[in-house]
């Protein structure tokens, strides 16, 4: 059985940094694209960063460029999020996703393995 289990959430002062972990088991991701997602309350999920796989390229959106930072440790099977400078309304629920179908990191649709989330609060 796949799982993708997120861990290192948590609440945070304006400003401060987390580090959030996803551990895959039941299967190895290194050849895959990986990607970190987040759901506000009331609002659409959206994607925060994605790494390829191999470490072939990274994606990071808009509004977290400079600030966060997506890594993988392919022998751990673990894919890393590093949150600096974090904002209130960053808070959320993060999700890891893996194994992009099409092959891309964006493909919100084509992800296939969800973990169940952690919840980042982030105190203004």
Not at 1 to 29: H, I
Request: contains cysteine.
């Amino acid at each position: 059985q796949v799982q993708l289990v997120e861990s290192g959430g948590g609440l945070v002062q304006a400003g401060g940094s987390l580090r959030l972990s996803c551990a895959a088991s039941g299967r190895s991701f290194g050849g895959d694209s990986m990607a970190w997602f987040r759901q506000a309350p009331g609002k659409e999920r959206e994607l925060v960063a994605a790494i390829g796989g191999r470490h072939t390229n990274t994606y990071y959106g808009d509004s977290v460029k400079c600030r966060f930072t997506v890594t993988r440790d392919d022998a751990e099977n673990t894919v890393y999020l590093q949150m600096d400078t974090l904002k209130h309304e960053e808070t959320a629920v993060y999700f890891c996703a893996g194994y992009n179908t099409l092959g891309t990191l964006t493909a919100e649709h084509a992800y296939r393995y969800w973990g169940q989330g952690t919840q980042v609060t982030v105190s203004s």
